[in-house]
């Protein structure tokens, strides 16, 4: 019979590689806690509304990317393909703030796309991003930004990269938009078929594109810094002004956009050589006017998203750290029940133990599985200690030894593990 498989562009995180997620996640708390952003958890499927209306009829990821189906009542469902539009999904219906107040939240969880799998990149994905609502401020932009790279510098991230853009306000974008069509009919015929089809519906996704016809087509093309209105020129000095004044340094990259339609002004990214051709870690921008778009008041917002795995591939790697702080042996059968009771105890004061002194197996097994557990503790429960109430705990790097009593183990285990943990 054969093996049934993970599906194609999923993976299963195994022990070992898990705790580096934790560590991943543990900064993302701690760091967007200090700017006092809060964690929100949404539903991994939605209304597919929330996406056609949130994430653009035109962008890909509604166009060919969502896992779109229709449930046993008959209802339109998709399975999460990014995090902003059921953040403001949630922020509508919970009446949030609703514009009275600065709003902070981040999330973190499995997203869904179908699209072509390769290395980082998965069908199902993971995502931490943040959302800032009730504030349109360049400063707050800026504070986004900074939040993100303090994140990535607290992971060792490897040459983190910050490119900057500005897609403009409404007026910037009209203005734009008229130059941008009659410069692309100019050589329409070299574009790809995607670009051509959104050469009116959606010119700007343009500069989107990896294909190399339309990069060769892409570097002729005006820019929108060239169109930029008075308030859309003050909002982008602005944001880069902020950044100088806290020695963030920014690469203008005056051709970046973001794949979804609903970025206006800032709009930025940050890449790490480490990962090669494919080189984002994380990108976002301000998305003023989308909760507007999906049933709100005009309240303005700023955030970006990041693919976990992508971090994990700049991250250096660390050495594996034990699972297990103690691991106590039985000498005999006599023993096994002495040990299992030690183990219990162990637990209780918070440490990690284990043993494997199950089903008769005997001391030879278990230190062989001593061995590959990797606890620095180790402590052998045999019939010689149990009548002299002495038992000796061995730290395997150094064989130095604490002899304690069965009333003092807990206590002097969790001192001299946590002793080496804050050292």
């Known amino acids: 019979m054969k093996q049934i498989q993970a599906i194609r562009g999923t993976q299963d995180i195994l022990p070992g590689e898990v705790e580096r997620w934790y560590r991943v996640e543990a900064a993302a708390r701690e760091v967007f806690g200090r700017y006092g952003v809060g964690e929100i958890r949404t539903p991994i499927f939605e209304d597919s509304q929330v996406f056609v209306k949130g994430t653009g009829e035109t962008t890909d990821v509604v166009q060919k990317e969502m896992y779109r189906f229709t449930d046993l009542g008959d209802n339109d469902i998709t399975l999460r393909p990014e995090g902003t539009p059921p953040v403001v999904r949630a922020y509508l219906q919970h009446k949030l703030g609703q514009g009275r107040s600065i709003d902070r939240y981040f999330y973190c969880g499995p997203m869904f796309r179908y699209e072509r799998p390769q290395k980082g990149r998965y069908r199902q994905f993971h995502q931490i991003g943040v959302e800032v609502l009730g504030a349109e401020s360049a400063r707050v932009d800026a504070e986004v930004i900074a939040m993100a790279m303090q994140w990535l510098a607290e992971l060792e991230v490897a040459s983190p990269t910050l490119k900057l853009n500005t897609v403009g306000d409404e007026e910037t974008r009209i203005a734009y938009r008229e130059i941008l069509v009659a410069a692309q009919a100019e050589r329409l015929d070299e574009l790809c ?14 500069f989107d594109c990896k294909k190399p016809g339309c990069q060769a087509v892409i570097e002729t093309l005006p820019v929108i810094q060239e169109s930029l209105s008075a308030a859309a020129d003050r909002h982008f000095n602005g944001v880069r002004e902020a950044l100088a004044d806290w020695d963030i340094q920014a690469e203008i990259d005056p051709r970046l956009v973001r794949g979804l339609d609903y970025y206006r002004q800032t709009v930025f990214e940050i890449t790490s050589s480490a990962l090669g051709a494919q080189d984002s870690l994380l990108g976002g921008g301000r998305y003023d006017g989308l909760v507007a778009q999906m049933g709100g008041e005009d309240v ?13 591939l700049a991250m250096p790697e ?10 106590v042996i039985a000498f005999d059968e006599g023993s096994v029940d002495t040990t299992h009771r030690f183990v219990h105890e162990l637990r209780q004061a918070g ?12 001391k030879r097994a278990q230190s062989k599985a001593a061995r590959r557990s990797g606890a620095p503790w180790q402590l052998v429960v045999g019939p010689d200690e149990m009548a002299a109430d002495r038992y000796t705990l061995r730290r395997l790097a150094d ?9 003092e183990l807990p206590a002097v285990a969790a001192r001299l593990v946590r002793h080496k943990a804050s050292s």
Do not use: Q
Not at 318 to 327: G, L
């Open 193 to 206: 078929g995607d670009c051509r089809a959104r050469h009116v519906s959606n010119p700007l996704r343009v």
């Open 351 to 362: 440490l990690r133990a284990l043993t494997y002194a199950y089903g008769g197996r005997n």
């Open 399 to 407: 064989n130095h030894e604490e002899v304690v009593s069965a009333g």
């Open 318 to 327: 660390a050495p594996a750290e034990a699972a297990t702080d103690v691991f």
């Open 300 to 312: 303005p917002g700023v955030g970006f998203a990041s693919g976990t795995e992508r971090i994990l």
